[in-house]
């Protein structure tokens, strides 16, 4: 079956600009994560989602991110006003419809966001 | 607060010997613990994981890891390296109530020819 897909996988924005990142998990998986992904670093966790609520956005590094999933399938991250800092590879991971902590997170291959 | 270490920025190892990369945890409560790789231009893949158990843990690609609780360590292991094994190998931690994956700062494997 289709994995994670991220969409778009490049995004270059200029300073001020608003942009939203899509997500698309893994059908029938509950689960929904976001991560940011600064170069050289390892992913670090913006939020999370069970089916449409939003359990934990306490990874989001301003109010200026905000992230939605309003069917409980597809999500979107979206940075208003990017800044230069906001620059990074954006990873959305869902997880097994029956969650658990020891399950493993299957990761789509990740937006690009380049502000200039 | 639940935490790995990835010690090695970098690892060189020579194809056909065996390769360590290694990983230490801090963790309250049940420690799970992941491997994942990164290829370029590619999200992470997973490769094994402890849960609880046999304190080798085989996974994809003829990887393998070693739990060490005296020691909180979950070194990844390969007997014979390949130069396609070379990517970024990120040690992972999910656990003690919390959803979200700890990744570390991960280690950069390159497999010489």
């Known amino acids: 079956g289709a994995g994670v897909s991220q969409s778009p996988r490049y995004k270059v924005a200029k300073r001020g600009q608003d942009v939203a990142l899509r997500c698309d998990p893994i059908s029938g998986h509950v689960s929904l994560f976001w991560y940011q992904q600064a170069l050289g670093q390892g992913p670090e966790f913006l939020t999370y989602?069970?089916?449409?609520?939003?359990?934990?956005k306490s990874g989001l590094p301003s109010d200026r991110f905000f992230a939605e999933r309003p069917e409980g399938s597809v999500s979107t991250l979206k940075i208003q006003r990017t800044q230069q800092e906001d620059s990074a590879v954006y990873l959305c991971?869902?997880?097994?419809?029956?969650?658990?902590?020891?399950?493993?997170?299957?990761f789509g291959p990740g937006t690009r966001l380049t502000v200039l | 607060a639940q935490s790995v270490a990835q010690p090695e920025d970098q690892v060189n190892v020579a194809e056909g010997n065996p390769l360590t990369v290694k990983c230490t945890y801090s963790v309250s409560g049940n420690p799970y613990l992941f491997w994942y790789v990164q290829y370029p231009n590619r999200g992470l893949q997973f490769l094994l994981k402890?849960?609880?158990?046999?304190?080798l843990v085989k996974g994809s690609y003829g990887f393998e890891a070693e739990f060490n609780k005296s020691q909180t360590s979950f070194h990844l292991k390969k007997p014979s390296a390949l130069v396609s094994d070379s990517a970024l190998y990120f040690c992972?931690?999910?656990?003690?109530?919390?959803?979200?994956?700890?990744f570390g700062t991960g280690t950069k494997l390159q497999v010489i020819p």
């Open positions: 402890y849960i609880t158990g046999d304190n």
């Open positions: 989602f069970q089916n449409e609520a939003q359990l934990d």
């Open positions: 991971a869902s997880s097994t419809p029956r969650d658990r902590e020891y399950n493993e997170q299957f």
């Open positions: 992972a931690t999910r656990g003690g109530g919390y959803q979200k994956v700890t």
